[in-house]
């Protein structure tokens, strides 16, 4: 089992930055891949970013790159999601989500998630 904790949303202005974090818990066996998808209202779970462990590859959906940062602090087994220059179109709530099996933008190859954080961006 993995466990999953998201943290860090708010409501914030267009042009506004913010920092969600996931703290991950759980074997080290079960997992060697952590993304961040979201969701907004009416529309079908989309992906923001993922990184495999094993290489520490990132990888980013279109929509956010050059805007959003994945780092991770091994220490405190969290994973944060930088995001700058926020628009309403990032207006959703963010999930971390972890799997075993290499890196992936497909949503539903992801069996752990968390329960996500709101994130609203007002224009």
């Known amino acids: 089992q993995v466990q999953l904790a998201e943290s860090g949303g708010a409501l914030v202005q267009a042009g506004d930055s913010l920092r969600l974090s996931c703290a991950f818990s759980?074997?080290?066996?079960?997992?060697?891949?952590l993304a961040w998808f979201r969701q907004a209202p009416g529309k079908e779970r989309e992906f923001v970013a993922a990184i495999y462990y094993i290489s520490n590859y990132k990888g980013y959906g279109d929509s956010v790159k050059g805007r959003f940062t994945l780092s991770t602090d091994n220490d405190k087994n969290t994973l944060m999601l930088q995001m700058n220059s926020l628009k309403p179109d990032d207006t959703a709530v963010y999930y971390c989500?972890?799997?075993?099996?290499?890196?992936?933008?497909?949503?539903?190859?992801?069996?752990?998630w968390g329960q996500g954080t709101q994130v609203t961006v007002s224009s």
């Open positions: 759980g074997r080290t066996t079960n997992w060697d891949t």
């Open positions: 989500a972890a799997r075993r099996g290499g890196y992936t933008s497909i949503s539903k190859l992801y069996p752990y």
